[in-house]
């Protein structure tokens, strides 16, 4: 306790600052209110305790003491305390005393607030004002669908609109400030009553994705409804907000697929539906298996109505062409128009000619050659059922068999290094049955002079197939020789292979 | 030559299993634990340890994924939890990968024996047995008690090595005994599979795929396999699984052998349309200057070169048994010069960035042509041969455990399952 003295009447005045400038940010304003309310702390720092004149001593100890006399935590006389008190307010030392280094916390980027420019500042004290404002708006929505619920009523439109404003201004609101997201379906009142089952991972869970904002609400609310089971149209679009983000996603498709039944919706506006789907994820398999799973739900439906399983044909082929048009060797789109033929028995002229006219577009279309062999070697009509590509079968009319080899020649002729024709003719020559040396003077044309100086070789294909013919016909030297050119000179890259086809003939 | 770059798909490695997979992954969310298997298997391939808390985390985090009634679900978003566990759905992929990586996840004889603890093999087997449909393909996962999805050869190879790790050759009076899937429908759908060029589809009407070749040939090389490297052969005199199942064997060969391509590098980047490349034709050109460079391979017949299907082809060829090799060199320039990425990992293509799928495959790959930096592999579980001997040893462990509590086991799992 300072001792009564006449000196203290001339306590130190409080220093005027160097006129500061005015603050510019939350830290600075805070740090100018620790000076202005901590008596000569400043110009303590700024010289030292020693070198401050007595009666700045005085009333900076004077002030030091405030807190711990105003918490009795220095014992005092009645007296010395009150004596104490009125030095204060002579010195007019300022009573309450801010601390230093406030800590205003961080926003949601992890940048400290006190850094903040005091106009921002403010308007972020604005949007709290704002969210909260926007929070009770948001209650009485609730308490008032709940009283309207109790007596049997639901609220009209426009309040459910209002309340989705209500929703994404605050949503809006909480991620500026808090960073916190609130999804499309947590904004919608029309999902209030499910409660998502979010997904519990830990921190140091493997191959974690960096999903897309919605994405784990979508399969949060996805997990709910599955659980419950529940089908309806909101449950639809909530599959199609999945599949948009997880096309792969293995039981979303099979849960649509059950609404679809359930709902008992138009199959063919699913189809459409599927359209734009298919179109916006080409490689997507689970969309081609919807597709037969819808299919093969629909045509009993339409079985007794032939006109119906025309046009259904008709617009599927339709677009299947037009899919084909921006990937032309789609594996799931010609494997799913392999289905739909064998499903809708399209052993037509107009299947063939699809296929056909794929092959003039590109001769080495691979997959259109597969399919043109399918409808061909598969047609129930002129084939025996379960027999296998690899083997023969007598049932194939001649006619037939001679004009896919001719197709095959025609094609070869066109670009006779095509691996997907050579494959083409000797597949049909093993349907038919045929011996392999009856292909032996169409092959012969592309290679000539073999083993000679003025050896040629239009197709290393060809050598390959004249080895097969020739060591049919047991010219295994002949044979020999071609395989020698091809790993030598022809095919080099397939010398192993070559090379083990030779050790094939020596057995 | 260029070389394996070690450091950098060690640094790749270490990113995916570190930090988030980049958004575009979340279109294969549901297969988080393939990626999870391909991580961990590439960091075994690569020697690079995980710590013990590393090896508990990967268990604890694969177990957490399994199904109540068998099965792993492929991702957190497919499996639920607590009370509501069995809603979630466990698929054929994802219980092929979790069986693995926690062989992975395992280090020496006493964890290896331990890895399989936790596995529920019995209902595991019998949800497998319900996946296989009377045509013997089997189904992706179940719906409605229902296998579904495609009959492709991918689930029965899947379901061929779940079997193979998890039951074991057991005669019908061993314990502990599970009901075996029908193999010979299996075998005969595998048959029906072979197209009119010697490759393989999910049906003998669909395209070729030498992706579908690889599973098919996996299928029957994993009824014919042992079920570790010490038990006896199978009787020569007999016929296996390889020999019923490919009606048209020297027609699969041929099939492999057309996967391999002369790759013109520079050709790629000038060319406009994607798929219209490297197709041979002028032949006989592949002699000239530095021809047979670069061997790519293809998937299907006419396509583009992809460092994937240098997987699929030649290991198919080494379930097959190596009847003539590939062109190795060229592969392997194919590889560490053209899709071999700078900051580490495979591209799909030349220039494409890597991807966890096209790294993994590249590296087996690799270490299927016998890459010194490289552990050896086995080729038809895809992972290194230390894995599947750690495989061997979990089964036994399991099987083990597993014979003294037969009887409450059975017990309680009848009277719930009903
Ligand atoms: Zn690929």
């Not at chain 1, 996805?222 to 996603?249: D, F, G």
């Not at chain 2, 719906?143 to 492709?152: A, H, I, L």
């Not at chain 2, 096209?358 to 930096?373: E, K, N, R, T, W």
Request: proline letters at 5%; a negative charge; hydrophobic letters at 35%.
């Amino acid at each position: 306790m300072a001792p009564k003295s006449k000196a203290s009447s001339k306590a130190a005045p409080i220093p005027e600052s160097k006129a500061e400038p005015p603050p510019e940010t939350v830290g600075e304003r805070s740090t100018q209110r620790f000076y202005k309310t901590n008596t000569l702390q400043k110009r303590c720092e700024e010289v030292g305790l020693a070198a401050l004149t007595p009666a700045e001593k005085k009333t900076y100890s004077h002030a030091q003491l405030i807190i711990p006399v105003s918490q009795d935590r220095v014992p005092l006389s009645i007296k010395a305390e009150r004596e104490y008190w009125k030095q204060v307010s002579k010195e007019n030392l300022p009573i309450r005393r801010l601390r230093r280094n406030y800590d205003w916390g961080q926003d949601r980027q992890g940048r400290q607030l006190d850094t903040y420019k005091l106009a921002d500042f403010g308007e972020r004290s604005l949007k709290q004002a704002r969210l909260a404002a926007l929070d009770i708006l948001h209650r009485r929505f609730l308490a008032k669908r709940d009283k309207a619920r109790k007596e049997g009523s639901e609220l009209p439109a426009e309040e459910v609109e209002e309340e989705k404003k209500t929703r994404a201004a605050m949503a809006v609101l909480r991620k500026e400030l808090y960073g916190k997201i609130t999804g499309p379906l947590a904004q919608d009142p029309a999902w209030d009553d499910v409660v998502p089952i979010p997904q519990a991972e830990p921190e140091d869970a493997l191959a974690r994705i960096a999903y897309p904002d919605d994405y784990a609400e979508a399969v949060s609310y996805l997990r709910a409804v599955m659980a419950t089971e529940e089908l309806s149209e909101r449950c639809l679009r909530l599959t199609q907000l999945v599949i948009n983000m997880n096309p792969a996603h293995y039981t979303v498709w099979l849960y649509r697929f059950k609404i679809v039944k359930a709902l008992e919706l138009p199959i063919l506006d699913e189809i459409e539906w599927l359209n734009r789907v298919a179109l916006q994820n080409l490689k997507n398999y689970q969309i081609w298996h919807h597709r037969q799973l819808l299919l093969d739900y629909y045509l009993p439906s339409i079985s007794s109505d032939t006109v119906a399983v025309k046009k259904l044909a008709k617009s599927e082929t339709e677009f299947i062409s037009r899919i084909l048009e921006e990937d032309t060797k789609n594996y799931h789109v010609w494997s799913y128009r392999q289905y739909l033929v064998g499903k809708l028995e399209l052993w037509t002229p107009a299947e063939l000619g699809a296929a056909q006219n794929m092959i003039e577009d590109d001769v080495r279309n691979n997959s259109a050659w597969s399919h043109r062999f399918f409808v061909v070697f598969s047609n129930p009509k002129e084939t025996t059922p379960g027999s296998l590509p690899t083997a023969t079968d007598p049932k194939v009319p001649v006619a037939t068999i001679d004009r896919e080899l001719a197709y095959a020649k025609e094609k070869i002729a066109l670009a006779p290094q095509n691996q997907s024709s050579w494959n083409y003719l000797r597949g049909v020559l093993v349907k038919s049955g045929r011996d392999f040396a009856t292909l032996a003077e169409f092959t012969e044309q592309f290679v000539s002079g073999l083993g000679e100086e003025s050896e040629d070789v239009k197709s290393s294909h060809a050598l390959d197939l004249l080895a097969e013919i020739y060591k049919a016909k047991g010219d295994k030297e002949k044979a020999k020789l071609c395989l020698e050119r091809l790993a030598a000179k022809w095919d080099p890259v397939r010398e192993g292979y070559w090379k083990y086809q030779i050790a094939e003939l020596e057995k | 030559m260029a070389a394996l770059n070690k450091e950098k798909h060690i640094k790749y490695w270490q990113r995916c299993y570190n930090t988030y997979l980049p958004t575009p992954y979340t279109s294969s969310d549901s297969t988080r634990l393939m990626w999870a298997c391909f991580i961990t298997s590439a960091y075994d391939l690569l020697s690079i340890p995980f710590s013990s808390t590393d090896r508990t985390k990967i268990r604890s985090w694969v177990l957490s994924l399994q199904h109540p009634d068998g099965g792993f679900c492929g991702s957190p978003t497919h499996s639920l939890p607590g009370q509501e566990s069995h809603k979630g759905t466990a698929n054929l992929a994802a219980t092929f990968f979790a069986l693995i990586t926690l062989a992975i996840a395992s280090d020496g004889e006493e964890e290896a024996k331990a890895a399989f603890a936790g596995v529920k093999r019995g209902k595991l087997l019998r949800w497998l047995k319900k996946l296989q449909r009377d045509d013997g393909s089997f189904g992706q996962n179940l719906w409605e008690g229902k296998p579904v999805g495609g009959r492709d050869t991918r689930h029965s190879y899947l379901a061929s090595c779940i079997r193979w790790m998890l039951r074991g050759h057991h005669k019908e009076d061993d314990e502990p005994w599970e009901d075996d899937v029908d193999v010979k429908a299996m075998i005969a759908h595998l048959r029906r599979g072979q197209t009119y060029d010697g490759g393989l589809a999910e049906f003998s009407e669909h395209e070729s795929h030498a992706g579908y070749a690889y599973c098919a040939v996996g299928a029957l090389l994993f009824l014919d396999r042992p079920s570790s490297a010490s038990s006896p052969r199978p009787e020569p005199s007999s016929l296996t699984a390889m020999d019923q199942g490919i009606p048209d064997k020297p027609g699969m060969l041929r099939f492999l052998a057309g996967r391999q391509l002369n790759y013109l590098a520079g050709e790629e980047d000038d060319e406009e349309e994607e798929e219209e490349n490297f197709i041979q034709d002028a032949v006989g050109s592949l002699t000239l200057e530095g021809g047979c460079r670069h061997v790519g391979f293809n998937g299907r017949w006419n396509k583009k070169a992809d460092t994937c299907y240098v997987w699929w082809a030649a290991a198919t060829l080494a379930m097959l048994g190596s009847p003539y090799p590939v062109s190795v060199e060229g592969s392997r320039r194919y590889l560490l010069e053209i899709t071999q990425h700078p900051i580490g990992g495979f591209g799909k293509f030349a220039g494409t960035p890597p991807d966890i799928y096209h790294s993994y495959l590249g590296l087996a790959v690799l270490a299927v042509f016998g890459d010194a930096d490289l552990k050896d592999f086995d080729v038809g579980l895809c992972c290194s041969k230390e894995t599947t001997g750690k495989i061997e040893k979990a089964r036994e462990g399991l099987l083990k455990a597993t014979e003294g509590e037969d009887q409450i086991a059975w017990a309680s799992d009848g009277f719930w399952a009903s």
